[in-house]
């Protein structure tokens, strides 16, 4: 047993923390080199969230703010997607950062999610002006993949749900 936060975690509840953040680093990688956040290591993060919270006994999150936060997340990134494609006429977003921001308020609920995503898109634009400024390319039409923004966003709001009181008993 382990105490974060207040609450005792077990070593599966732990153990999906440690698979979970392993996943989302893979996700990284495989996002900039092949821009494709791939299904087969989506969907296993977005189980272990239910799983992460049935272990914690629904200590971090309600059930219902597990199953609201997955569908904020999808919907919200799914409606940006669909408005970015209409108005630029070609796919502005790819379906698999729509599925990951849907994992992800399975891990974060609705107003966690939706913090990680204005973080995730605050990573996205600095690591945009960085790699316009390198290649010296313009950031009128720039194209980067929006999944490591994100995935820095959700990585920062997950540490911060299960950390958030220890770092306030430590101040």
């Not at 996700?27 to 299904?39: A, G, Q, S, T």
């Not at 911060?160 to 009181?165: A, K, P, R, V």
């Amino acid at each position: 047993m382990t105490l974060f936060s207040g609450h005792v975690i077990d070593s599966l509840a732990l153990l999906c923390l440690l698979i979970s953040a392993v996943l989302l680093t893979i996700l990284i990688v495989i996002d900039f080199r092949e821009r494709l956040l791939p299904n087969k290591y989506v969907f296993p993060y977005a189980a272990l969230g239910i799983l992460f919270h049935i272990l914690t006994d629904f200590s971090y999150l309600s059930l219902n703010a597990v199953l609201l936060g997955g569908a904020l997340g999808y919907g919200l990134l799914w409606l940006v997607r669909a408005i970015g494609s209409w108005h630029y006429k070609q796919e502005a977003l790819g379906l698999g950062d729509v599925k990951l921001m849907g994992a992800a308020g399975l891990w974060l609920g609705p107003e966690n999610v939706m913090l990680a995503l204005s973080l995730g898109a605050m990573l996205s634009i600095f690591h945009g002006i960085i790699y316009a400024i390198y290649t010296k390319k313009s950031l009128r039409r720039l194209e980067i993949p929006a999944g490591p923004g994100l995935i820095g966003g959700i990585f920062i709001m997950t540490i911060y749900m299960i950390f958030g009181n220890l770092f306030e008993m430590l101040v």
